[in-house]
């Protein structure tokens, strides 16, 4: 009797994965056909993007060409081509590239690793959180436009514009690291907790590895808060520099010059950004394969 059971349940065992593969196959086709809707979706988003910064190009062309607009006071896609290339024939934009460049990575790399270790240290503490909490959210909502004559005055031409962008992307980094590090998954740190784990453990086993996305919104976050924090203390107090190039162009009355310095940063917070996607990608792609 037993032996006829195993007998029939073997059939019955070894047949479950086929209809599985019958469920399977049906769907295929229509799985085909949304990837090919999703790319399809994809290019007319891509399509359409593209569409409108050509329209946005004719427009603002063809506005101050035709003196719809001033010219003076808008310049032109073309003026600011030419613009670009007498500057970069001249030599003089690529030192300013790389002098806003440098400054925007150093603040960058100062407000992360300031933030991570204050955010670290506020919730290893928790009676240092309670204290330093509304001094933190008073300082985050400061205009930090407001401390640039200070810090050229304590710190110089050069030294007040890392302060200044520091300043401007360190707070909003801890704030935002702190809250993902208090909102790590609570069951897991009193699984953690019922084995004997040290609180310094709990972070390094369990807070830090579950926020790493946490870290890369910060990152990008704190990509641009840089960007805008160097090109403040640039407008204040420099001799180079994109920002140092935009104050210069408007005071000559050169809204070429200037366009060009602003679509360059564009380009560079752009870069920036793809640089941290590429990062995200890379670090968050064995995980998903793991997952």
């Known amino acids: 009797m037993s032996s006829d059971t ?11 994965p086929a209809r599985t593969e019958r469920a399977v196959v049906p769907h295929s086709r229509q799985y085909h056909a949304w990837l090919a809707a999703r790319r399809r979706e994809k290019l007319q988003i891509v399509a359409a993007q593209i569409g409108l910064v050509v329209a946005f190009l004719v427009v603002w062309e063809v ?3 035709m003196h719809w607009v001033n010219p003076m006071l808008t310049s032109y896609p073309s003026a600011i081509w030419q613009a670009f290339v007498q500057m970069v ?9 790389v002098v806003t460049l440098v400054e925007v990575v150093v603040s960058f790399l100062l407000a992360m690793v300031l933030g991570t270790a204050v955010a670290i240290l506020l919730w290893m503490s928790p009676r240092l959180e309670r204290v330093l909490d509304p001094f933190l959210v008073v300082l985050n909502a400061l205009p930090k436009i407001a401390l640039v004559p200070i810090f050229y005055i304590w710190l110089g031409a050069e030294g007040s514009i890392y302060a200044v962008a520091v300043a401007v992307a360190l707070f909003i ?30 972070l390094a086993k369990v807070v830090l590895p579950s926020n790493v996305h946490t870290f890369i919104a910060t990152l990008k976050a704190n990509a641009g808060l840089s960007l805008v924090g160097v090109i403040v203390g640039e407008f204040q107090a420099s001799k180079a520099g994109l920002g140092y190039l935009i104050v210069y162009g408007s005071q000559i009355f050169r809204m070429d010059m200037v366009m060009a310095a602003i679509v360059i940063l564009g380009l560079m917070s752009l ?3 793809a640089l941290i996607q590429w990062a995200e990608f890379r670090i968050t792609r064995p995980a998903k394969r793991g997952g």
């Open 63 to 65: 506005a101050p060409r």
């Open 6 to 16: 195993s007998i029939a349940a073997a059939p019955a065992a070894s047949a479950a």
């Open 89 to 97: 024939r001249g030599g003089e934009l690529g030192n300013h590239i």
């Open 173 to 202: 980094t801890i704030l935002m690291l702190y809250t993902g590090f208090r909102q790590s998954d609570p069951n897991k740190i009193k699984l953690a907790r019922t084995f004997g784990a040290t609180r310094r453990q709990i």
């Open 271 to 273: 870069a920036i950004y």
